[in-house]
């Protein structure tokens, strides 16, 4: 658990919330929630699973500025158009 003793589901809708509006680094959305990093990057591994976030770029992390970092979004209307042909 985390040190805002919020449960995993509360965590989980926390970290969806932070990440809808705009691209966020795990980072950011570790300071932005209070949600530990960590949990975070569970969290994140069970949103890809379900198609549910996406990873939209790269660049330096507002909070570290040391090193360049994917940004992830939970928001369909910003993940990345693919462009492959569908089969059906």
Same mark, same amino acid.
Not at 4 to 21: E, R, S, W
Not at 22 to 35: A, F, L, S, W
Not at 51 to 61: D, E, F, Q, T
């Given at each position: /658990?985390? %040190?805002?003793? !919020? &449960?995993?589901?509360?965590?989980?809708?926390?970290?969806? %919330?932070? #990440? #809808? !509006? &705009? =691209?966020?680094? /795990?980072?950011?959305? !570790? *300071?932005?929630?209070?949600?530990? $990093?960590? %949990?975070?990057? $569970?969290?994140?591994?069970?949103? $890809?699973?379900?198609?549910? *976030?996406?990873?939209?770029?790269? $660049?330096?992390?507002? *909070? +570290?500025?040391k090193?360049?970092?994917?940004?992830? +979004?939970? %928001? =369909? !209307?910003? #993940?990345?158009?693919? &462009?492959?042909?569908? /089969?059906?």
């Amino acid at each position: /658990m985390s %040190n805002t003793g !919020d &449960n995993k589901k509360d965590q989980l809708k926390k970290v969806f %919330n932070a #990440f #809808f !509006d &705009n =691209p966020k680094t /795990m980072k950011e959305v !570790d *300071i932005y929630t209070g949600v530990m $990093r960590e %949990n975070i990057c $569970r969290y994140v591994c069970a949103l $890809r699973q379900k198609n549910k *976030i996406a990873l939209v770029g790269y $660049r330096k992390c507002k *909070i +570290t500025g040391k090193y360049k970092v994917g940004t992830y +979004t939970t %928001n =369909p !209307d910003l #993940f990345p158009r693919s &462009n492959q042909l569908k /089969m059906f």
